[in-house]
């Protein structure tokens, strides 16, 4: 998993083991710290100002980037994906629904039917935000993104012609890029 925060520092995690390394604009490393001793990483999420989110099969747990210094934690089971909106709020999507969280993971709001809603019957797998706080969530089943307002609701479905996808981005001009391990031809 990879993130940038403003100051373009670049925080990549590993999936097992939950090593978290940091490097300047430039690939030089700044440092290293761990995300909790055999932490197994969902997903990672870097705000603006450098909090890095790091999703856990148990919750999510927010660190200061650069001291990777533990903040705040929230146990939350059944997410898949986590995003950072531009005012720092964090979104945790998964098997049922949607979930806003304050930046130190206060519940705002849950939206525990965003899959029925979106007709994603197996919840969803990835999860991003534009600039304009959209959130868009891709469907377990089919790759399809699910795209909902900032306050949650649901708004339309976008094919990605994706047969595997395993992340999501969205630059700042409101490109949606999808990347797949494979596509089936």
């Known amino acids: 998993h990879v993130g940038v925060d403003s100051k373009g ?20 490393f700044v440092s290293q710290w761990s995300a909790g001793e055999n932490a197994v ?20 747990t927010a660190f200061d980037g650069s001291t990777g210094k533990a903040q705040w934690r929230v146990e939350r ?39 029925k809603l979106a007709s994603a019957e197996t919840g969803f797998s990835l999860v991003a935000t534009d600039g304009l706080d959209n ?9 399809e993104l699910c795209k909902f307002a900032p306050d949650g609701r649901f708004l339309t479905r976008i094919v990605t012609g994706a047969s595997s996808p395993n992340d999501i981005a969205i630059d700042p001009k409101g490109r949606i890029f999808v990347a797949e391990t494979s596509k089936l031809t």
Request: no cysteine.
């Open 9 to 28: 520092i670049i925080y990549s995690a590993e999936y097992q083991g939950g090593r978290i390394q940091s490097f300047d604009p430039y690939g030089n």
């Open 41 to 60: 990483v969902r997903d990672m999420a870097v705000s603006r100002d450098g909090v890095v989110y790091v999703l856990d099969i148990k919750g999510i």
């Open 77 to 115: 089971r059944g997410l898949a994906a986590i995003s950072v909106m531009v005012d720092g709020r964090v979104v945790g999507a998964g098997r049922y629904g949607i979930e806003i969280l304050s930046r130190s993971l206060d519940n705002i709001i849950e939206h525990k039917d965003a899959a």
């Open 135 to 143: 959130i868009y969530a891709v469907d377990h089943r089919n790759g």
